[in-house]
């Protein structure tokens, strides 16, 4: 049999036993808000080749997650606090070598190194 016939009849068995709910989109129902104290952090999904719409998930401190809806107020405004959040770690972790940053502080300390 000709190879490129094999490839078709390949390709087109695929596309029959594959289920067509087994890839999809992590959230089904969405809700508005969520409680923020109850929030460990948040992931944000785009538009994926499965799944066509904007997704966030909020992942709570009992370790359930919670699908969110993204054109709510409470949603974007969240995702904008965690961007904050993880702008500012980075940061605070990208000083130069031989420069400490306290936490607690906004001061930088230089380390000089002693001579022998």
């Not at 695929?14 to 969520?34: D, E, F, K, M, Q």
């Not at 109850?38 to 997704?55: D, F, H, M, Q, S």
């Amino acid at each position: 049999m000709n190879t490129a016939i094999q490839c078709i009849v390949l390709l087109a068995c695929t596309i029959i036993c594959t289920p067509a709910g087994s890839i999809r989109c992590l959230c089904v129902n969405t809700i508005s808000a969520v409680d923020p104290k109850r929030i460990a952090g948040v992931e944000e999904y785009g538009l994926r080749p499965y799944c066509n719409k904007k997704e966030v998930i909020a992942r709570l401190k009992d370790g359930t997650k919670r699908c969110l809806d993204p054109a709510e107020k409470f949603t974007i405004a969240l995702v904008q606090v965690f961007k904050n959040w993880a702008n500012r770690a980075a940061e605070m972790n990208a000083t130069s070598p031989g420069t400490t940053r306290s936490p607690r502080t906004s001061t930088t300390t230089t380390m000089v190194p002693t001579s022998p």
